[in-house]
Every structure is written in C-alpha cells, then in structure tokens.
C-alpha cells in the first residue's frame, strides 16, 4: 500500500503569460512541500540542473507544446495546458525512461 505522501498532489492553474513555467514548476513543488513562503529555495539545486527551462519556457509559452511530463528532484511533474501537477515521483523517472 502506498503511503500518504506518495498519494498526495498538488494542482495550480498558471497564465503562461504571467508566470514562467520553469517558475511555475518550482513555485508548485514549494507548494507541495508547505515551503511556498522560500518557494526560491524548494529544489536542492537549480532546475536548470534538471531540464533546460528556458527550451520550456519557450515551448510552452509559445502553444507549440501543450503537455509535458517530467521528473524533477524526485517528484514527477506534468504540465496539461495551463495546469502544474506534482506529485512524489514513486517510480525515480523509470515511467518516462520507457516512453521514450
């Protein structure tokens, strides 16, 4: 049976022309660890180090991509549409490995 904190998301709408996704990413993992006030400091080290956010800001932002899934310091992480979802990431990126 899985544990709590391996059932529980967060889900927050964004307007892509406010918010960077890169920022919107780290902005709903603060959320989902209840560290939104130092939303900042809610990876242990740049998303850049993760994925190039600026190439997904710009996919994004621009409409050429409208979903993506990805693992991100251990919390998977799905955009759909304007929608973030993060979730702890139970299987450490081995679901995306295999889509590939």
Known sequence: MSS?????RVQRQYQWSRTPPSVAIVESIAVFEDRYANWEE????P???YVDADALDS?????DLYSVSL?????HVWIDGATVNVAVDVDG??????SR
């Open 4 to 8: 709590a904190s391996e059932r529980r």
């Open 42 to 45: 809610a990876l242990d080290r």
């Open 47 to 49: 998303l850049n180090e």
């Open 59 to 63: 996919l994004l932002r621009n409409g």
């Open 71 to 75: 693992s991100v310091a251990g919390y």
């Open 93 to 98: 990126g081995r679901s995306s490995e295999r």
